[in-house]
């Protein structure tokens, strides 16, 4: 049953049409909660301009995955990266440590399970980043806010009250508050892990919506849950297991022939 | 047959619902408790204060520039004490609130968990020390010191007490606002990291204003703290009347001027007794003010992460 429904919104979508250019790159990725090694050798290549799904069990070191992206586990101690994470057209390892998790966290931006404004106004929630980056001038923030919020589909709903608190918004306002903050800055990718799971039905459709508009201007990497999420949104998809890459491939080949079995069971719902 | 299989165990529920209900009948004679001693002491400060105030108009009591309730010519104007009071508030509390600041953050944002768990109870440790303690360490350690900058300054003055009293309410500021900033969940804390914050504008930008209600009530706190604080007073800043909001002169302040009276061999009932009431009183609503101010601050700003 479920395949079917997952296929059939596969095949109605058109192929990327432009050439695949690698925005990054993991190759012999590693990562170790203290002793307890959470990722093994894992290699994939997100392409830029496409959105990558990332699925599998829960536990199988999807977050984990996606954190070491941004250097998101330097905030804790303990946690150890091993391999490579290669950002493109730079060609510099992420993980190098010569390179400065803050530099990382400048250029690409995450947005979260659940929404996690800051407690502050709508406006600046928004302008966090900028005004992290040193940006002063009122003008351009004003305009970056604008623009950030109409990249997310909220400025209709926000522009009257601007300067109310963010909390005043619901849960699905509040994400794409969140994905407005992220956008503001320009980054070159963008981390979503599972960034509907905590919303209904008809805010996800519309954060669904945002995240298949959004890759005409950034790379974009998603962690999800939904099989039919990752069908509809994404162009590329890896499978993991147990901290593992099983299988990555396109979304409309991984899903409609798999060439695992493992792939197979788990997204016909044999296991998971 | 029926009969015979449930009784034992109604009995039993019965058995646990009076438990039950004997536990809750203690408990709220213990709140009781607390709550008749409020009472009784609001009760007295009013009642002896009416029959102060029927031999002194308020507007005397608000206005009056003196304060000499024990010589012949009596004097009871109330902002002379009040004056130390809020001198010497002021001191402490501008030492207090940013240190107290400072250290939660550095306690909450920046220290290795080792460090934290050493420091916090020797923090709280400064909160044990008796305060007759700190008015000794005032005028014999402090005073001499802040004497070798400033030679004029006599033995007893406000900025000596008020700056140990400072040290003291440290403790109260920072522990409770470390708590609050300790609270504000980690999904908060990682949303500003990923868009590039240092860990000193995530602290700032982020974690405070997320804290801010535990952060004020940590203020007030301190507030309540120094206004009502006796011994420091009473032993590093002299015990005289003063009209001023200078706090390099000694000046007494309501409570010091409280135990100076209650000390000594007053009878009771005459007019100079019973300025410790009014006085008493005037203290306590300054208190309860500033408990409603706090209590409207933490309504406002409630945590809303
Ligand atoms: N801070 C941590 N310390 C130690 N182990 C951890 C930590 N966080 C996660 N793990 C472990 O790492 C593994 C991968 O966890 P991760 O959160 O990445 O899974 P996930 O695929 O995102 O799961 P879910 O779909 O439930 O979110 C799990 O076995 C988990 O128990
Ligand atoms: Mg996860």
Known sequence: ?272 | MFTQAQSPRLAQRRARVLKERAIEMVLFLAALVSVFTTVGIVYILVKESVVFFQQVSIVAFLTDTQWTPLFDDQHFGIMVLLSGTLTSSVVALAIAIPLGTIIAIYLSEFAPFKLREIAKPFLELLAGVPTIVYGFFALLFVTPILQWFYPELPGFNLLSAGIVMGVMIIPYVSSISEDAMRAVPMNLREGSYAMGATRFQTAVKVVVPAAFSGIASAYILGISRAVGETMILAVAAGMQPNLTFNPLEPAATITSYIVQVALGDLPHGSIGYQTIFAAGLTLMLFTFACNIAGHVLRKRFRETY
């Open chain 1, 1 to 272: 049953m479920a395949t079917v429904s997952v296929a059939s919104s596969v095949e109605s979508r058109p192929q990327p049409s432009a050439p695949l250019v690698p925005k990054v790159k993991a190759s012999g990725l590693s990562f170790y909660y203290g002793a307890f090694r959470a990722l093994k050798e894992l290699d994939l290549v997100v392409h830029e301009n496409c959105v990558t799904a990332l699925i599998g069990p829960s536990g199988c070191g999807k977050s984990t995955f996606l954190r070491c992206f941004n250097r998101m586990h330097d905030l804790y101690p303990g946690n150890r990266y091993e391999g490579e994470i290669r950002l493109y057209p730079d060609d510099i390892n992420l993980l190098a440590p010569g390179v400065d998790p803050i530099e990382v966290r400048m250029r690409l931006s995450m947005v979260f399970q659940k929404p996690n404004p800051f407690p502050k106004s709508i406006f600046e929630n928004v302008a966090y980043g900028l005004r992290v980056r040193g940006e002063r001038s009122g003008r351009t923030l004003e305009g970056k806010v604008e623009a950030a919020l109409r990249d997310a589909a909220l400025w209709s709903e926000v522009k009257d009250r601007l300067h109310q608190l963010a909390f005043n918004l619901s849960g699905g306002q509040q994400q794409r508050l969140c994905i407005a903050r992220a956008l503001a800055t320009d980054p070159e990718l963008m981390l979503f892990d599972e960034p509907t799971s905590s919303l209904d039905p008809i805010a996800t459709a519309s954060i669904e919506e945002l995240i298949a508009d959004l890759k005409k201007k950034v790379t974009i990497l998603i962690v999800t849950h939904n099989m039919q999420q990752a069908a509809r949104v994404s162009d590329f998809t890896a499978y993991m297991y147990l901290g593992q890459l099983i299988e990555f491939g396109r979304t409309d080949e991984l899903f409609i022939k798999p060439k695992n079995k493992q792939t197979e069971d788990y997204i016909t719902g044999r296991f998971g």
